[in-house]
Structure formats: structure tokens, C-alpha cells
């Protein structure tokens, strides 16, 4: 369908309604997996809080409910959808902090980290009507399901997807401006002085020295006033901040903006992928000579550092480890080596690891093989997670743990929660971290943190500097 409905005007709209759910809606989802997706009023919802039991359980009994398994007309010829689009299905977030039921030995008495936040640790939202938009082609598919003992036909489902459409079509977004290279850390609250990271450091140092680890993702977290449309913050990342895996969540009392530019799964016709960030510098998107000369000079670096290359070495041996527990063997291979991608304010080293699926595996089984991913707890898994578990002063949440959607299809799209914002009680919480190995510099490490707030801490600023919102 060709409507000349602007991505962000779209957004805006659709954030209006109930338990809203965004997937991308920039440009940069052109080069992921092609499709932006608005969501909205589900018609079931699934939450899991700590405490409770058996999550996976009661996780796969849900998405048995809703199963449907597409012909040939449904798979991406001339005459059906797209390959690879999202025709319905859940769409929401898994904690980091669900490992705790995955790998229980991993979440030691020992662990000091407070949940202060005491958000699900699953929420899914299932949605029998959306709104895609085909990168590729410019073009808007509107696409509903027909389920059993339905109230509204496909048409009126349909019909109403149509009437978010050209309301699109009367908003006008624009985006604030805003400063990356200014942000003054020293004005926000965060969940561990300097001093504190320091001797968490070095405390990781140790047990790195003493053969416990090879590398541990060590984060800290960042807070401030927010009083503004968290929607707002969506539109200013997606214009300056732009990432392939970004997502919009309303939640009701919290809000979710992800800028991830990290996949974790995507699962199609029975293929698992996952994409590891490995390697950071800073970009700075400025068009002076000064700036070129700078970009040029990390980029070299990162493209040339032993360092990162043995971290993302590592990861790669770790993910390829863990979906060999779920694939037919011999079937696992790397199919895109170390390479470095460019993002507005980093370069990031990434890799593709790929699979095919066991027939015997369901969602859950892979869950359970594979979360939290490799990428942001460390290596050997489990022993990272239990010194990140007895470091960090607060749970993680959503942070570092996966947004996306579940298809009834059988299709999945995840990405790994980091550059990922959480909007609560007129409070925006920034969480960021990075891998510590033997050769790691304490300086060098804090600052990476830094960088990889500094966009969104930006964002937060610039909307909330806007007069008469």
C-alpha cells in the first residue's frame, strides 16, 4: 500500500493507544531485517514478575495456544507477503534477569544487586492487527489475522488500520536538536560512584588473573528527571541516534526506547542467526576536517586492536557453543567474520553466527540454550554471571536482556537490550557497559561507558529543552 504517511508521524499516532509496541521505524532497519512494525490494543497479554514460578512453562503453553503454520502463499512469492515479514504474534521484552530460572547457579546467595525497578521479567503483548512498512520497496503493509471466535473480521480490522494511516497524514514530527559531544555525566545519578567502578574493576581483574574468567561485561547505570512524551525520546533517537533493532514499548506506568543496534536471534524456516557486538569506539557526525581525521583514527584502531579482536574471538566460540545445544550438528558455521559497522555515534566489531534448528526444539528449548547472550555477561557464561550478579549494585532488568517479536508463524526477531532507555515514575534510567579482559585498562573502560551513553543521555536532554510540547 502507498501512503505518503511519514515513519515518525506514523509513531506518534500509534503511541496514543493502549500497550503501543513499535519495532524500528528508521531507516537503518534496511539494513537489519527490512521491516518497521506499529502495534497496538493486543488482544491477550502475558506477564511473568519475579517470584513467581516455572516462566518457561507457562511461556510455551502460551505460545502453543496461538500457532498457525503458513502455505506457500504466505512465504514470500510474487503473489503473497514479503520473505521474512512479521505477520502477527507476541511482541515485548525478557529480562536479563530471567536467568535466574534458566541458570539458577548463575543468581549465587552472595548476590547484592537490589531490584529497585521490579519490572516483569517477560512481558508479551499479542497482536492481531499491525502495520509494516517494507524498507525495500517505500511500500506500508497492513496485515490481520483471522482467529477462532474473532468479534471483528479481518476487513474491519483492516479498515481500522487504514484510519491510523491517514491520521498519520495530518501530524507533522520534528524531531529537537541536540548536543551528543556535551553532556555533563557529573549532573546525572548513577548506581556507583567512580571510585566504586574502580575497585569493581579491579576486583574483576582478579578473578580474570586467577583463571575464574576470561572476560566479564561490568555496567553501570544512569539516572534523571524525564517529564516529557516518552515518545518524544523515540523520535529523537530514531532521527539521530538510528538503530537497526531499535523498539518503542508502552507498558502503562513504564516506558521502553531501545536503540540496540545489537540482534540476538532471529529465527527463520527453522535458521537461528545471532550477531554479536564486540569492540566499541567513538564516531563523532560532524562534517569537519578535525572530526574526519578522528573517525578515521578509531576506526583504524578498532580495526586493528588484538584486544578486540580476541573479545569478539571469544564471544563467537561462546554463541557458537551455546546454539549447538539447539541445532543439527554440523550445520553451525560463521557466516559473516569480524567486521565493523557504523552507527551515529560508535563503531562497533560484530560477526554472524548461524544454525539450523533441531525439529524437536520449540521457542522455550532455545531460550533456555541460549539467554542471556554471551555478548553481555562474559565467558565461561555462568561463572560471569555470578561476579556480575555479586558487582553490580542494582538488577539489570530489561537492560541486556532481549526486546522483539514472536511470530505465530514461528518466526523471531530479538535484539539484545543494550542503548536501552527505561521510563518510570518520571524518571529515565540509561544503563551501559562493556567486556573487561586481562589486558583491559580502567580508564579506557569507563570511558567506553561514556561514549556508549552519551546519545541517549543527549536525547534526554534535547527533548526536555523543548518549550510547549
Wanted: proline fraction near 4%; charged fraction near 25%.
Amino acid at each position: 500500500m502507498n501512503i505518503n504517511a511519514d515513519l515518525y508521524s506514523l509513531s506518534d499516532v500509534v503511541s496514543k493507544l493502549p500497550n503501543a509496541s513499535i519495532l524500528g521505524a528508521n531507516q537503518s532497519k534496511a539494513e537489519a531485517d527490512g521491516f518497521s512494525y506499529w502495534m497496538a490494543e493486543p488482544i491477550k497479554m502475558f506477564e511473568f514478575c519475579a517470584g513467581q514460578t516455572r516462566p518457561l512453562e507457562k511461556l510455551q503453553m502460551i505460545l502453543n495456544q496461538k500457532k498457525m503454520h503458513l502455505d506457500s502463499r504466505f512465504r514470500g512469492n510474487d503473489k503473497g507477503l514479503p520473505r521474512g515479514i512479521f505477520t502477527g504474534g507476541w511482541v515485548g521484552w525478557f529480562s536479563y534477569d530471567l536467568g535466574r530460572y534458566i541458570e539458577p547457579s548463575a543468581f549465587t546467595t552472595s548476590q547484592i544487586a537490589e531490584d529497585d525497578l521490579s519490572l516483569p521479567l517477560i512481558r508479551l503483548c499479542f497482536y492481531d492487527r499491525l502495520i509494516a512498512f517494507d524498507h525495500s520497496k517505500s511500500e506500508f503493509w497492513l496485515l490481520a489475522l483471522r482467529l477462532e471466535n474473532d468479534a471483528e473480521e479481518p476487513d474491519e480490522k483492516i479498515a481500522g488500520l487504514e484510519d491510523l494511516l491517514k491520521k498519520a497524514q495530518n501530524v507533522t514530527v520534528t524531531p529537537q536538536a541536540g548536543r551528543v559531544d556535551y553532556i555533563e555525566f557529573s549532573k546525572l545519578r548513577c548506581n556507583m560512584s567512580r571510585e566504586y567502578y574502580l575497585s569493581s574493576f579491579d576486583r574483576i581483574k582478579r578473578h580474570i588473573y586467577d583463571g575464574d574468567v576470561y572476560q566479564i561485561n561490568f555496567s553501570q547505570r544512569f539516572e534523571c528527571e524525564y517529564k516529557v512524551r516518552p515518545i518524544d525520546l523515540f523520535h529523537w533517537q530514531n532521527r539521530y541516534n538510528p538503530s537497526p533493532y531499535s523498539a518503542y514499548i508502552d507498558a502503562g506506568p513504564y516506558q521502553i526506547v531501545s536503540t540496540s543496534p545489537e540482534m540476538f536471534i532471529t529465527i527463520n524456516n527453522r535458521t537461528i542467526s545471532t550477531k554479536p557486538i564486540k569492540g566499541t569506539r567513538r564516531r563523532i557526525e560532524d562534517l569537519s576536517p578535525s572530526a574526519s581525521r578522528t573517525n578515521t583514527e578509531n576506526y583504524q584502531q578498532l580495526l586493528a586492536s588484538e584486544k578486540e579482536k580476541a573479545e569478539l574471538n571469544m564471544i563467537i566460540d561462546l554463541e557458537r557453543n551455546d546454539i549447538a545445544r539447539i541445532c543439527i550438528p554440523g550445520t553451525r558455521k560463521v557466516i559473516q567474520p569480524r567486521t565493523i559497522e557504523t552507527y551515529s555515534t560508535v563503531f562497533h566489531t560484530v560477526a554472524t553466527v548461524e544454525g539450523t534448528l533441531r525439529d524437536d526444539v520449540d521457542f522455550c528449548d532455545i531460550l533456555k540454550a541460549v539467554f542471556p547472550g554471551g555478548s553481555i555477561t562474559g565467558a565461561p557464561k555462568i561463572r560471569a554471571m555470578q561476579i556480575i550478579n555479586e558487582t553490580e549494585p542494582t538488577t539489570r532488568g530489561i537492560y541486556t536482556g532481549s526486546i522483539g517479536y514472536i511470530g505465530i508463524d514461528g518466526s523471531v526477531c530479538l535484539n539484545i537490550a543494550i542503548r536501552t532507555i527505561i521510563i518510570t515514575s518520571k524518571t529515565a534510567y540509561v544503563q551501559t557497559g562493556g567486556g573487561i579482559v586481562a589486558d583491559s585498562e580502567p580508564q579506557a573502560e569507563w570511558n567506553e561507558t561514556l561514549v556508549k551513553a552519551r546519545a541517549l543521555i543527549a536525547g534526554i536532554q534535547a527533548v526536555q529543552s523543548r518549550k510547549n510540547l
